[in-house]
């Protein structure tokens, strides 16, 4: 009996020896910040180049979270074929589901500057009029496309769809500022 108890406890250690060095629990710093930097590469991505460094701080955190969830052994997932791809798509995620919590995030994939330089915004709006065209912006977007996947596909799919969204724009534009936008569409 005593032979058999040990043999269990040694089989037991052996196979806990081989679990523990094989899986990570969790990522250390450094490997954190690794991914951080791997992300730093993002940065030039129309959403996410407008966000305060705060801002862009919680959005990787968000973005590593998932990542370490899915991925907890660090090792395995930098050594997977198509790592990059999986962070990009974890990007995207994060980006879709901020635009799904609340589209006056909107203000990121179109900022004021680039609506003045399109002529949809006047030069030298206030901060607050900034917020009131975005907020009259996201709810004509939320009235219009029932989740963020229709809008993100809406985006990237259909000129008739983006010519949809820059409607929406010189809307609220003409309604907020009198500023009147003529689109021209173009085939």
């Known amino acids: 009996m005593k032979k058999f108890l040990l043999s269990v406890a040694i089989v037991a250690l052996i196979f806990g020896g081989m679990f523990a060095c094989g899986e990570q629990a969790k990522w250390n710093r450094e490997e954190r910040q690794a991914m951080r ?6 940065r030039k991505m129309v959403y996410l ?5 705060a801002e862009y701080m919680l959005f990787t955190d968000s973005v590593l979270s998932s990542i370490e ?4 052994a660090y090792t395995t997932f930098i050594e997977m074929p198509g790592m990059n791809d999986t962070v990009q798509v974890y990007v995207v995620t994060t980006i879709v589901e901020q635009l799904a919590a609340d589209a006056s995030n909107m203000r990121h994939l179109y900022p004021y500057r680039d609506l003045v330089a399109a002529n ?8 607050v009029q900034q917020n009131a065209f975005y907020q009259c ?26 010519s949809q969204i820059a409607q ?3 809307t609220c534009a003409n309604e907020l500022f009198g500023w009147t936008v003529e689109i021209i569409e173009v085939n």
């Open 168 to 170: 929406m724009q010189a």
């Open 37 to 42: 930097n791997l992300l730093r590469d993002y």
């Open 69 to 72: 969830e899915a991925y907890p």
């Open 120 to 127: 949809i915004l006047p030069d030298g709006l206030s901060r």
């Open 137 to 162: 912006f996201a709810n004509a977007v939320d009235n219009t496309y029932s989740n963020a996947e229709q809008l993100v596909n809406a985006i990237i799919a259909d000129t008739v769809q983006t």
């Open 49 to 53: 180049s407008n966000l305060s460094e």
